[in-house]
């Protein structure tokens, strides 16, 4: 296959790309950044997917982000693209804010005054994820499942962090929405200005060349 690649990464170097890029966290970011200018869709299909997925970055959905977001970016006929990409908005930087965020104002909204520590957020996440494989596997073997630990985390941990979520997610995918139409019209118009100049250009280039050719053989 023409992009595959020579030498396949491991699943180690999978996640450490993930946490720290090869290139820096600057260079990623410019890489997203370029790729939505790149985007032939009009400015306001592109910001429609960038909430999309701004908004999906704000989910407890670990694993179906660029599902879900895909699936908003069409609900919304936006750019899927766009969606996908401004999942980057949810990294392992910004992710401990927006988890701390999402479940302190979800406790807060469903009246509950416990708040579990950053830690612990992030470590029922793992247990929960280990549970539901361990359940998964023991359908096809003689271990019996066990639910009670996933009904836990469930009430404490993923409903808060649902419910919480949907606030900030909403605010930062509006806000979004409107920092982004804007500069993207404004590159979209710049651009085509640029190319209709080059073109020009060419074309008096291209004329001028015939006329000296013209000139010549007379």
């Not at 302190?104 to 520590?117: T, V």
């Not at 359940?135 to 009430?155: G, K, M, V």
């Not at 404004?186 to 074309?203: D, E, G, H, L, N």
Request: hydrophobic letters at 50%.
């Amino acid at each position: 296959m023409v992009f595959k690649r020579r030498a396949p990464r491991s699943y180690l170097q999978i996640a450490a790309d993930f946490v720290y890029p090869r290139g820096g966290w600057r260079r990623a970011g410019q890489y997203v950044l370029y790729r939505l200018r790149r985007l032939p869709d009009p400015a306001y299909k592109i910001s429609r997917g960038i909430a999309a997925g701004v908004f999906t970055s704000f989910t407890p959905f670990f694993g179906l982000h660029f599902l879900i977001s895909a699936s908003l970016a069409w609900a919304m006929r936006g750019n899927i693209v766009a969606a996908l990409l401004a999942t980057f908005f949810g990294n392992p930087i910004t992710f401990p804010i927006i988890a701390a965020l999402s479940v302190d104002l979800g406790n807060f909204i469903l009246g509950r005054e416990e708040a579990l520590p950053l830690s612990r957020v992030l470590s029922a996440f793992s247990q929960a994820s280990q549970e539901i494989w361990a359940n998964f596997h023991a359908i096809f073997t003689s271990a019996e499942p066990h639910w009670y630990q996933l009904s836990e985390f469930f009430s404490d941990l993923f409903l808060p962090y649902l419910v919480g979520g949907l606030i900030p997610g909403l605010v930062c995918a509006i806000a979004a929405y409107a920092a982004s139409r804007p500069l993207i019209s404004a590159y979209q118009k710049a651009r085509i200005k640029r190319m209709k100049a080059s073109f020009a250009k060419r074309m008096a280039k291209s004329q001028a060349a015939k006329a000296d050719a013209g000139a010549k053989a007379d």
